[in-house]
């Protein structure tokens, strides 16, 4: 099995660098003179074939696309160790992540519940912001962002709040933690059962081990992050039987999960005009993600170029923001170095003229900056034999 995930991955990234070959050429001299790699927390660096699927215009309400939109509900069932026969149910949005993170929390939480929002970094404080524009009754019970949620805090706040739903994030992607989320998902579910579970897992599905049995009631990610699609549409992974309780809540036409899902199931065609393009690109990354050998494999492969980043960032003296334990492999924080001789727009620049596009930090204090070992990974995989013997 292992050799034919690295034939795979060899072939990967042999079409990525041809991919590099055919780009064009700009006169710029700040524009990278081949395709950029994206080292960001996303969108990423797509596969070729993924690009490719792009390349015909289907109907939004033929059946060509229908069938295709099924599929990638299906598929994402699948991903999350559930099926439409266990109870369980995908819903597609338009839009982005935070589009559908605004649809989960403004169709799940009625108007006489509350959330508890459990926040360890900007994505978590961004759940306060939506509430605060739709009107949705909250509490918040704030996190370090260097460090992970804990069971304990949960616990104990969710004994005094009386909060009928709770919402937080998987893999907090502002500075690159991973949450302890079967345990804390686990312990409100036998300690509330009645508590309704809402997960923000944007750049964890895909990479870390997320299973709606557990008791999450419902889960979002989007298209442009672990699975390897374009930018343009998110997902919703809802148990059936939460999502049949949520009709009449939503604050929004267009965010009503619940419309959303009757309608797909009725007509199997989303409301309003989908994202055909990125629905197909997704497709293909599906089949590409099983081609890999699933999530362990793209989990492996992620380590892998984490290994290989950590290494050679910290023989440079480059310090990680968030420790070990909790440290994701999908993006890494480094401290931006104290030096007076270094300068990180200059150091960006430099990066991105050869095409390596890496992302600012997004901490509340003190300036990093970030690296995320995710993107086109097959081919970082595939330089650190070379590192090796340099
Ligand atoms: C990327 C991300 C989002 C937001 O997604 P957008 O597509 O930028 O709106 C939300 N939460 C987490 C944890 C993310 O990583």
């Known amino acids: 099995m292992a050799s034919v995930q690295v034939a795979m991955a060899r072939r990967l990234s042999l079409r990525s660098l041809g991919a590099w070959r055919t780009v064009r050429r700009f006169s710029s001299s700040s524009v990278p003179s081949r395709e950029p790699l994206l080292f960001t927390p996303g969108p990423l660096t797509v596969s070729g074939p993924v690009k490719q699927a792009m390349l015909v215009d289907y109907g939004s309400r033929d059946k060509l696309f229908l069938d295709a939109v099924l599929e990638v509900r299906e598929g994402l069932l699948q991903v999350a160790g559930v099926s439409k026969e266990k109870g369980y149910e995908c819903v597609l949005m338009q839009g982005s992540g935070t ?27 961004r759940q306060t912001a939506i509430c605060k524009y739709a009107g949705i009754p909250y509490e918040t019970l704030v996190f370090e962002d260097s460090e992970p949620i804990t069971v ?21 992607t502002t500075a690159g933690v991973i949450n302890p989320l079967e345990e804390l998902v686990k312990m409100m579910k036998a300690e509330f059962p009645d508590l309704k579970v809402l997960v923000d897992s944007m750049s964890g599905f895909g990479a870390y081990e997320l299973d709606m049995t557990w008791g999450i009631d419902f889960a979002v990610s989007s298209a442009n992050k672990c699975i390897e699609g374009v930018p343009g549409f998110a997902y919703v992974l809802c148990a059936t039987d939460a999502l049949k309780q949520t009709q009449g ?6 965010m009503d999960i619940f419309d959303q899902w009757a309608n797909m199931e009725s007509t199997g065609q989303f409301r309003y005009t989908p994202p055909t393009h990125a629905i197909l690109a997704f497709k293909q990354a599906l089949v590409e993600f099983h081609a ?55 150091f960006y620049n430099l990066l991105a003229e050869q095409g390596f596009v890496i992302y600012p930090g997004k901490l509340s204090k003190g300036n990093s900056f970030r690296i995320g070992p995710v993107a086109w990974g097959s081919l970082f995989a595939s330089l650190a034999p070379l590192t090796e013997t340099s």
């Open 152 to 172: 304990d805090r949960v616990r104990q706040t969710l004994r005094a709040s009386r909060c009928s739903h709770v919402s937080l994030v998987h893999h907090e």
């Open 292 to 346: 890999e050998g699933g999530m362990d494999a793209r989990k492996a492969r992620y380590r892998a170029n984490y290994e290989v980043l950590a290494r050679e960032m910290q023989k440079m003296g480059f310090e990680f923001y968030v420790p070990e334990a909790c440290r994701s492999y999908c993006i890494c924080t480094f401290k931006t170095p104290e030096h007076p001789k270094f300068h990180f727009q200059t």
């Open 99 to 125: 589009a559908a993170v605004e649809a989960m929390l403004g169709t799940a939480v009625p108007k006489d519940g509350k959330v508890l929002l459990v926040i360890n970094g900007a994505y978590g404080h």
């Open 249 to 254: 809540n939503a604050r929004s036409l267009t």
